[in-house]
């Protein structure tokens, strides 16, 4: 995380894993309310000092119980802008190739209530009821094999509230709109 003139830039790792045709999901808390979960990819904040590789190796742990072996390819990275806090988030996507372990998170901060191989329809059906849905969509949309490995996608919230979305390369035929200037 870093600070620049009041903005926030936080630097996200986030991870693919795959049993057969099922991705691992974590049902996570936010903030105080028991009531307030969502269904998400392990991953989270890459800390001081780590590289992404490494955030992304101990999120999947302490959030899943899991031990990565290998890291695969890129899936997209996602770079969103939300002028109305201040904040921008850059998060790295990727595929685990190799893995081993059996799922019991050991979350530091207690807010991993559950983690489940759920179906890849499924898992992209419950990345798509995320509250920035226009950010969970590209990850939604990777996992039902619309969008290629290696994307790069751009959210910006626009004065409207609506977000705007935009990807490199850019793909027209998508609905989606021109490179953001």
């Known amino acids: ?43 989270g904040l890459v800390e001081r000092g780590e590289v992404v590789s490494e955030g992304l190796v101990r999120e999947v742990r302490e959030e899943a119980g899991l031990q990565v072996l290998e890291i695969g390819s890129l899936a997209c990275i996602q770079h969103t802008v939300d002028a109305n806090k201040g904040l921008q988030v850059l998060a790295f996507v990727y595929e685990l190739l190799l893995w081993s372990g059996e799922l019991q998170p050991d979350d530091p901060d207690g807010d991993i209530l559950e983690v489940a191989f759920v179906p890849v329809a499924e898992a992209a059906e419950r990345l798509g009821r995320l509250p920035l849905n226009a950010v969970s969509r590209c990850i939604a949309d990777y996992l039902r094999g619309i969008y290629p490995a290696g994307m790069t996608w751009m959210c910006k919230q626009l004065a409207s509230g609506e977000w705007q979305l935009t990807s490199v390369p850019n793909i027209p035929r998508f609905g989606l709109g021109r490179h953001m200037a």
């Not at 620049?4 to 936080?10: E, N, Q």
């Not at 986030?14 to 974590?26: K, T």
């Open 1 to 43: 995380m870093s600070e620049v003139r009041g903005w926030r830039t936080d630097i996200v790792a986030l991870a693919i894993v795959r049993r057969g045709d099922s991705v691992l999901m974590v049902r996570e808390q936010r903030g105080s309310d028991p009531q307030l979960t969502y269904w998400l990819l392990p991953g």
